[in-house]
């Protein structure tokens, strides 16, 4: 019989809940369960996709092109495994998904309610996804925090669920234990009270996870428990973590899983030791690396080498960890705006000091200049370089005007009028444009590319074919392709299709220059660090680092 674990949230936001969700997935599989975890929105939007990264962080996409909150990534690179549009719901989805079932007459002409009805889809959902997945333990992250309005009607699902099938279901609170006073102890109550608005929603947690700067004591856990009615060894001591990755290793320290499968009255099978003893052996050759890599990141999402908001590049940020971990290097990332590199040409040398840049993905003008120069810069000074997405294309832009010399050679995205496009929309696209079909026009989830032989790229694959997530409006303009590689740039991975009419589409899917000209300057239009995990990086992130490494 399935199992279902919730995770909420108390206090405030941002303390990790999608990490717990992630940590308690991988320690069941250790138990030799079979999870999946499922992201619940408390957002109107239908996906993720329109939300500003300023404001939300990244969005993250899907095999199947579902554009979600980046704590789906999260769940991925803990799980080495592909999730699909099953595990993703926002608050807009399941109104959506209601308003269509009451127009095509589901309900057979009943007044369709918030109350059951929305809770009654919220399970639906969960059952939906279990069944794709085939999971033992489906477990599901409820966004937002306990109190708020928007996520009441998510723990309405709980409480149904949890009336139907009592044994089945638990639920756990990942709650912030401030740090202060004069004695600068941590402080419980505002955990009591998030407690106290679940009760009220007629909910009960059997497990609290404490966030904190440092490890919970005894006398915190016990007045947590005596106040909130749970036992002390049911709140789980959960201290801040440099690598996130140490997270199951720390709740297993507390017999988390032991404790987990007790109560939903599952059996202790066979511990798997050796997929434990991997996890843990990664860990502990993390910690003894000394070994540093210097590497920048040339964006818009930040100021003066400080992020706006730091989950704007969550899974640039993992990739490069994956790689630089499993090479043995400690890596070191400075955030450059690229605004800073538009108003000052000198501030470009800075890049010397650095044995790798990544140009990561975007959307507008804002710094579009600034990130050419920086490619430039990098092209002429055989600093290795990694474009990806808006990168590929700008490193496209740069090398069309200063190699190929198209004067004023542009993306249309920005200059509609250029006399170059190198980077257009194609013309299948510019009908669903005219007529405001953004969705129509965009490529995205996995696709096909098709590697060149003796390339960086076939270097790092070892493949002829590869299968790689998207999310981009904008290509590589065909009729451009053959001035681009008359002068040196290599299409070393295309997607390529036959057409209705007969006529071949070849697109760029990875461009490079070769290696006796720069030792690595490779850009890619789709996003490799979205199927990057802890435990399989990704061969072309592990590639950049090797090269970068030897500067």
């Not at 717990?20 to 996906?47: E, F, M």
């Not at 989805?93 to 918030?114: A, M, N």
């Not at 040339?298 to 992020?307: I, L, R």
């Not at 200059?415 to 969705?439: A, F, M, W």
Request: with cysteine.
């Amino acid at each position: 019989m399935t199992k279902y674990i919730f995770i909420c949230g108390g206090v405030m936001s941002g303390v990790g809940k999608g990490i717990a969700t992630a940590s308690i997935a991988r320690i069941l599989n250790w138990y030799g369960y079979r999870t999946t975890c499922i992201k619940i929105d408390p957002y109107v939007n239908v996906d993720a996709g329109t939300m500003n990264p300023i404001e939300h962080g990244e969005v993250f996409v899907l095999k199947d092109g579902t554009e979600c909150d980046q704590d789906m990534g999260h769940y991925e690179r803990f799980l080495d495994v592909e999730l699909t549009r099953a595990n993703y719901m926002t608050t807009g989805s399941i109104y959506l998904s209601l308003i269509q079932k009451e127009r095509s007459l589901y309900f057979d002409g009943k007044c369709v309610e918030v109350v059951p009805h929305v809770p009654l889809e919220v399970i639906e959902k969960i059952d939906k996804a279990q069944r794709i997945t085939r999971a033992d333990v489906v477990i599901t992250e409820i966004g937002g925090t306990v109190g708020e309005y928007q996520n009441l009607i998510f723990l309405e699902a709980v409480r149904i669920l949890k009336l139907r099938k009592p044994d089945d279901v638990i639920l756990v609170l990942v709650s912030y234990l401030p740090y202060q006073g004069e004695g600068m102890e941590l402080k419980t109550k505002p955990t009591q009270y998030a407690i106290r608005s679940l009760n009220s929603a007629g909910l009960q947690p059997d497990f609290v996870l404490a966030r904190a700067i440092h490890s919970l004591d005894e006398p915190r856990k016990w007045k947590i428990a005596f106040n909130c009615n749970l036992k002390p060894q049911d709140v789980i001591s959960a201290p801040d973590e440099k690598n996130i990755y140490q997270i199951p290793l720390n709740f297993e320290k507390d017999d988390l899983g032991k404790k987990i499968l007790k109560k939903l009255k599952l059996p202790i099978k066979n511990f798997s030791n050796a997929n434990k003893l991997k996890w843990a052996k990664r860990i502990e050759r993390i910690s003894n690396l000394n070994n540093k890599i210097q590497l920048a990141v040339v964006g818009k999402y930040f100021q003066s080498g400080k992020f706006v908001l730091a989950d704007a590049y969550i899974s640039v940020i993992e990739a490069v960890k994956h790689a630089s971990w499993y090479l043995g290097y400690l890596p070191h990332i400075d955030w450059l705006n690229s605004e800073d590199f538009e108003k000052d040409n000198t501030k470009l040398v800075v890049l010397k000091n650095y044995q790798g840049v990544i140009i990561p993905g975007g959307f507008g003008k804002r710094g579009v200049e600034g990130k050419i120069k920086a490619i430039k810069f990098c092209r002429e000074n055989r600093i290795p370089l990694l474009g990806l997405c808006y990168g590929l294309q700008l490193m496209v832009v740069e090398f069309a005007r200063n190699v190929c010399h198209l004067k004023g050679a542009h993306t249309t995205e920005i200059d509609s009028k250029t006399k170059h496009p190198v980077i257009d929309i194609l013309e299948s696209q510019k009908n669903l444009l005219r007529e405001k079909l953004y969705g129509g026009t965009m490529r995205l989830g996995n696709w096909p590319c098709y590697i060149k032989k003796n390339t960086i790229a076939h270097q790092a694959y070892r493949n002829y074919v590869a299968i790689e997530r998207h999310r981009h409006r904008y290509e590589v303009n065909p009729k451009y392709q053959n001035i681009l590689q008359e002068n040196g740039l290599i299409f070393s991975g295309i997607y390529k299709e036959k057409r209705k009419d007969l006529s071949s589409l070849v697109l760029a899917e990875i461009i490079e220059l070769d290696q006796k000209v720069h030792p690595f300057f490779v850009g890619t239009q789709f996003h490799p660090e979205f199927k990057s995990t802890f435990l399989s990086p990704h061969p072309l992130f592990l590639k950049f680092i090797l090269n970068a490494g030897r500067k």
